[in-house]
């Protein structure tokens, strides 16, 4: 992998025709965002659940819960392009927004204060050198959904099993599956925290 600021650079302002906000929103991915939406209907969370995306993006997802009724929603996005993008688009959508990246604000987040924390393909970017994000995550919320590239290595890529990862922070698998629109290197993971005997 680059450099954790190089990496950062990228997703402030992706600079190929691969990763700009707006391609994020078609019909192809709403229907990664309407199976996370019915992974996320299957846990028992209320729809006044307090829901964090991290690397929210454009806002596809936290649109996608907002239709199905959740309220209390929230994101990390390290692009102020993609928060520009996601007003235009999703003009109906009220989330709490912080514009940085995770590792500048996760850890001012008070323990338990998400019933529900997520990703999609966000935590495959995460460099190395941030790996302490993960107990991070583990410590602010109860529920925790991983929909991540687990096999690809590039330099902005890392392959990681986060079953392993998350199992280790008191996190216990409840459900793993594959993402309607995503390859198969995607695997989608839901964890629940363990309680403390």
Same mark, same amino acid.
């Given at each position: ?11 402030r302002n992706p600079?190929?025709? /691969?990763?700009? #906000? ?5 019909? @192809? ?5 309407? *199976? +996370? $939406?019915?992974?996320?209907?299957r846990l028992p ?52 927004? /912080?514009?940085? #990246? ?5 850890? @001012? ?5 998400? *019933? +529900? $924390? ?22 602010i919320t109860q ?51 363990? *309680?403390?005997?």
């Amino acid at each position: 992998m680059k450099s954790r600021e190089k990496i950062h650079a990228y997703w402030r302002n992706p600079d190929d025709m /691969v990763n700009r #906000p707006q391609d994020y929103v078609t019909d @192809e991915h709403q229907r990664r965002t309407d *199976t +996370l $939406v019915s992974i996320i209907e299957r846990l028992p969370l209320r729809k006044n659940a307090r829901i964090l995306e991290i690397g929210c993006n454009v806002g596809r997802n936290l649109e996608g819960l907002r239709l199905a009724g959740y309220t209390d929603l929230y994101g990390i996005e390290i692009s102020k392009m993609a928060i520009t993008a996601m007003k235009s688009h999703y003009p109906d959508l009220s989330v709490s927004l /912080v514009v940085a #990246p995770v590792e500048e604000k996760i850890r @001012e987040i008070p323990d338990n204060h998400f *019933t +529900l $924390v997520f990703t999609m393909a966000v935590l495959q970017h995460l460099h190395p050198k941030s790996n302490w994000v993960f107990a991070e995550m583990a410590r602010i919320t109860q529920y925790l959904i991983t929909i991540e590239d687990e096999y690809s290595q590039g330099w902005r890529h890392k392959a990681r099993n986060y079953e392993r990862v998350f199992s280790r922070l008191r996190m216990k698998q409840i459900g793993k599956g594959a993402i309607r629109g995503l390859s198969p290197k995607f695997i989608g993971r839901a964890f629940r925290k363990e *309680t403390i005997r």
